[in-house]
């Protein structure tokens, strides 16, 4: 019988008998044929090894003492050879020692039966062993599909991610971290991390590197926008972030884990610019309709300059004729010139209030009184007031708390509620009731609110809907854009502006603002 002849059923397990007894040879044989093993048989240990190494059996039952190679070495051999090393043998031996049996154990073989054997004994061991094989096959199989997947998934990656060994060099790189840094994987894995990504040895770092902090303290470190330089020493801009690998508690390495991050910097620039572009725009908008509201005010505010220098000038010619008695009196002579400096002052009081409105806002938040800003805009709107034969009323909380607002914005919302209010109200026959504006603290948000509070004639149904979006308007003159902007500058207040119908006609708005 040729000794590499397959014998009996093929089958998916595969077993090679090694034996210089044919008779214990045809024993084994007699033993397991017919129980679906493919079967292989070997006369010496040359041919035993030539025949593993070919078929590849998934069992080896070996007998010890042969002729030229035993059966030792034939299991060193094996278990030396990383293409045999994973075949499961089993010695068959007249030799019971323990010493014997336990040399047998530790060059590789996992099991020892003893000459004579019986039948039974031989085939329970042999399917317990290869039912440990056919495990451990399928268990390296599913091993090598979840290393596949892993590893499909690491290269799917578009984040760099590097292995990192205790000493700080690069185990793993996947496509990703080639892709990013410009280096290919040979020249990554074995370099020293921070020579490669950051461009200087650890040593030579000012402080330690988060990669550092990780390997010496088992802690996981994120560090954003970092420097990190590409193969050809041009910087890019990345996040990184380091996870310790743990073992029985002591840190053996880290994963890396990096992502370039200088196209995101530029959008986020070129977003930062656009924003900063629409608020200038905003604020421009926004002194646009202050100076239209002095335009639209201008009669009244001539009107109201006029007569203090209409008394100016009459004083003046009072002061004239007064120095020209004799004797002089100095008495007259004083009062009217106190009253010329009285007048003088009025107007330019009235001049200060409109320069203060219509100047470009500093952006610079101030402590300031809440009454007292009602105060100052109130005395502004009185000249619309007066020219609409109007009043404005105030009922103003005492010991309100600080705001820390723009004085010269807030003032811009109240001035155009408290004339949108009256222009409501100017064709009304409940005018003479005229503008009430109203103060109060509310506790349970720490904010104080506005009311301004017309009795004219009301807003239209669909104003809920549509009152405080840009371009929607009741006038017949009007924009549309004095409510968005007002709207626009409570928000930016941290407040909040609505509006609520008058129970008796008529329309409430109140503004609220948080407290210092």
Known sequence: MDSETPVGDVADSCILLVDDNPTNLQVLLQTLNGRGYRLLV????????????KAMPAVVLLDIMMPGIDGYEVCRQLKADPLTERITII???ALDDTKDKVKGLELGAVDFI??????????????????????EAALSARNRQLEAENERILEAMSEGILGIDIEGKI??????????????ESQLIGSEFHRRLLGQPAEALASPSPLQITLREGSSQRLEDVTCLHQDGTPFAANL????????????????LFRDITEQKQQQQALQQALDEIQSQKENLTHVSRLSTMGEM???????????????????QVCTRFLQRDPLDRESLTEALEKIGTQARRAGEIIARIR???KKPRHVLEEVS??????DVVRLAEVDARNNCMEIHTRLADNLPLLRVDPVQIQQVALNLIRNGMEAMRDCERRDLGILVETEFLPDTHQVQVSVIDRGTGLPADAEEKLFTPFYTTKESGMGIGLSICETIINSHEGRLYFERHPEGGTIFRFTLPTV
């Open 356 to 358: 203060s409105f219509v």
């Open 114 to 135: 003893t000459k004579p054997f019986q039948s039974d004994e031989v085939i329970a061991r042999v399917e317990t062993q290869l039912k440990i094989h056919q495990l």
């Open 298 to 316: 201008a009669a009244g505010f001539a009107h109201e300059v006029n007569q203090p220098l209409t008394a100016i000038s009459n004083y003046s």
């Open 171 to 184: 185990t793993f790189a996947n496509r990703a971290a080639c892709d990013i840094s410009g280096w290919s």
């Open 241 to 256: 972030s380091c996870n310790p690998i743990m073992e029985s508690g002591q840190c053996r390495g880290a994963v890396v």
């Open 370 to 375: 809440c009454n007292k800003l009602i105060q």
């Open 42 to 53: 070997a006369k010496t240990g040359e041919s035993a090894l030539r025949i593993a190494r």
């Open 91 to 93: 010695f068959l031996s």
